[in-house]
């Protein structure tokens, strides 16, 4: 386990993933009756961007750095407010020196009857992050497997709330597993939001991932993509992906609002893009695209 997410917290690829968990947060608490938010592969919750592995890659820049003091429309800032208050909260006025891992954004979103647990299975983060919420009686740390903590964990006895799973992609094969998780997570928790974060370094994986999704027919399935440049190196990440699986009815038109604004501070070269398809049964189609468009098409 060599990868450390101190050395890409705050990047474009967070960004999306966070925006789109603080919505997802947001809607749950819409409705008084407490939820659960499970976080499969946490981190360790707070970044500190002064620090050297942030410093060392300076991925934040590119990220929350274009993202915090953006002047955006009223209505692209109030669906992204969720999610910057959670960052804003985190930092002084005008300053930008600590980032919020997901395991943070929903602790800061959650109501006084919300529970979470986070998971992690890397020695010294697990230890971080337990010290983090050492004090927090709604908060659980675990340090599993996130793969047996997504079958374990689920359903949770709230029968409402969001699953996060955000793997780090260095095992081999963990594509393959990621398809056979969701699965098996959709069935143990049929009314839970799951959200699943997938990187878009090359274009055809990603397509394949698409089509087996698509095959699985769930009754509503999202693929929400963001790419901050042309997929032409298929070394590095130039895109990110997060499938929506029950999404919020509200959140398809909340995308369409945002990602415009998203792809475009976010670009990182020619053909900064995003898409967002639907890849569920209700559509009789194996997928339906709902919204398309490059950095430059709209504001
Ligand atoms: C992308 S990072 C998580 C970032 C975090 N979800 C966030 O948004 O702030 C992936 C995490 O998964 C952890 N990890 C790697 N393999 C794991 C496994 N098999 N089970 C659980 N966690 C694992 C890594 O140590 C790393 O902290």
């Keep these: 386990m060599n990868y450390r997410h101190a050395y890409h917290a705050g990047n474009f690829a967070d960004v999306l993933k966070h925006a789109v968990l603080a919505l997802v947060i947001a809607h749950l608490k819409k409705k008084p009756a407490p939820f ?8 360790v919750g707070l970044y500190d961007l002064d620090a050297e592995p942030a410093t060392k890659t300076g991925e934040w820049r590119e990220g929350i750095g274009r993202i915090v003091d953006a002047d955006l429309p009223q209505d692209a800032a109030r669906i992204l407010a969720p999610y910057l208050g959670v960052v804003r909260g985190l930092n002084a006025p005008g300053t930008l020196t600590r980032y919020p891992g997901s395991p943070v954004i929903a602790r800061r979103l959650m109501r006084a009857g919300d529970r979470l647990v986070a998971n992690e299975l890397h020695l010294e983060d697990f230890a971080a992050l337990k010290e983090l919420f050492a004090r927090e009686s709604q908060v659980k740390v675990l340090q599993l497997d996130g793969w047996t903590a997504l079958k374990s ?15 780090a992609y260095e095992a081999p094969g963990e594509l393959d597993r990621l398809v056979q998780g969701l699965k098996d997570a959709a069935r143990r928790f049929a009314t839970g939001t799951i959200l699943l974060w997938y990187p878009i370094k090359d274009v055809k994986p990603v397509a394949a991932l698409r089509r087996q999704i698509a095959e699985l027919a769930f009754a509503k399935a999202l693929a929400v993509e963001l790419m901050v440049r042309a997929p032409d190196d298929p070394k590095r990440l130039n895109g990110a992906g ?19 604004h998203l792809a475009r501070l976010l670009a990182q070269g020619a053909g900064a893009t995003f898409r967002v398809d639907e890849l569920g049964r209700e559509t009789g189609q194996p997928s339906v695209n709902l919204g398309k468009g490059s950095a430059k098409d709209r504001p």
């Design 153 to 167: 964990l689920l359903p949770p006895k709230e029968r409402r709330g969001v699953v996060l799973v955000d793997p």
């Design 242 to 260: 997060l499938l929506v699986i029950n999404a919020p009815f509200t959140l398809p038109d909340q995308l369409d609002v945002l990602l415009p």
């Design 36 to 43: 659960r938010v499970i976080d499969t592969h946490a981190g």
